[in-house]
């Protein structure tokens, strides 16, 4: 009853990168990661498998929350699981993973800046590719630049850092 079983090709995009990302030594050792909108908790709980350090996953829907929970305790994998608003989970994070809407991503991106680490990095997904220019745009006006895209089919994912002047 929750988004995220790794069906879909947002969520094969978003894991497909976060594996690039752990694998490549792109982020720190143990990085922390914030899965915004984590439905199943599958990116969450995948991070952490794949040597991420304190992993949080926030979602507005109790059913998703409820699922990420199970999914966490099945598979053994210490994420956290909150209803918070991004805004009020504590500290800042290596890597941000959010697979929703295009029009909740532009809306987000000024809270996601806020919440990542000078160097850490950013995977947006949910975006259909006739928006992803628009996404891109929101994000540079919030401080992100676009570093790397992946597309299947209509859709695509975005590696995203902040830009430094």
Known sequence: ???????????RLCLRAILRLLKTGSLRPA???LDIGTGTGVLAIAAKKLGAGRCTGV???????????KNARLNRARVVVSAKPVEEVPGTFDLIVANIVSNVLKRLAPVIVKKMRPAGLVILSGILTEEAASVVDACAKAGL???K????????SLILGKTFL
């Open 1 to 11: 009853m929750a988004f995220g079983t790794g069906g879909h090709p947002t969520t």
């Open 31 to 33: 990085p922390s990661v």
């Open 59 to 69: 979602d507005t829907d109790p059913v998703a929350l409820k699922v990420a929970r």
């Open 145 to 147: 630049k676009s570093l």
């Open 149 to 156: 895209r992946y597309d299947s089919g209509e859709w695509c």
